[in-house]
């Protein structure tokens, strides 16, 4: 049972560099979400998408991209990485019509130097 | 603003100790989830809680849904060791796709 598998699980960019982390799942799950968790301030929502080919902004959306173009994958992009992105990235997904259980992956750790 | 507020933030006890770690929202939610993390992991899902005045066990753990669905607690009876972790409550609404977080309750229980 693979779930949520997101990758890399460890990263490290310096100040300007692009990247993308990916997220896949495997249960036909219809929603799909990422969040970041830093010291403290547990979880804050990036983007979300109820289905493929739709996407919407979070709690804290600036500088990062989102597409859904399969309910399978929702990967999410860092288009000039800075330093305030340091953070570990969870990606989740849900079952449509579900009370909101989350699943998540195991996490990717991005380091901005 | 901070939609779910948990407290404490730290905890730590002996073992055996019983604790209790609250979670409270300025708003209502359709369901609230209680989820447990272990560093370097993802949380993972304790429990859904539904309905107001809702009370659901789960072995040692007992956690309960206010009336008014904008609060509640999970309370460990005898503290063991294994549950040493981050304790996250989640509020999400019907077909929203997302979920709103607490800040989380850092737990060490010491043998």
């Known amino acids: 049972n693979a779930g949520v598998t997101q990758t890399p699980k460890f990263q490290v960019l310096k100040t300007g560099q692009s990247m993308t982390l990916q997220c896949a799942q495997d249960?036909?799950?219809?929603?799909m979400s990422w969040y970041r968790q830093d010291p403290g301030m547990g979880l804050r929502l990036i983007h979300y998408s109820v289905g493929a080919g739709i996407t919407d902004q979070g709690e804290v959306p600036n500088g990062y991209n989102v597409s859904r173009s399969t309910t399978e994958d929702f990967p999410l992009r860092l288009l000039s990485a800075a330093p305030s992105q340091t953070s570990v990235y969870f990606c989740?997904?849900?079952?449509?019509?579900?009370?909101?259980?989350?699943?998540f992956g195991e996490g990717s750790r991005l380091t901005v130097l | 603003t901070q939609l779910l507020e948990q407290s404490p933030q730290f905890l730590s006890i002996q073992e055996g100790e019983n604790l209790t770690v609250y979670c409270n929202s300025s708003s209502v939610f359709s369901s609230l989830q209680w989820y447990r993390q272990e560093p370097g992991e993802g949380p993972v899902l304790l429990v859904t809680v539904v309905t107001g005045g809702e009370v659901k066990k789960l072995k040692r753990l007992t956690f309960q849904f206010g009336d008014a669905r904008k609060d509640s607690s999970l309370h460990i009876t005898a503290a063991q060791p294994g549950d040493t972790g981050l304790y996250l409550c989640?509020?999400?609404?019907?077909?929203?796709?997302?979920?709103?977080f607490g800040d989380g309750t850092t737990l060490t229980v010491k043998p």
């Open positions: 989740a997904s849900s079952l449509a019509g579900s009370t909101g259980e989350l699943f």
């Open positions: 989640a509020g999400a609404r019907t077909n929203a796709g997302k979920s709103t």
């Open positions: 249960m036909n799950h219809e929603y």
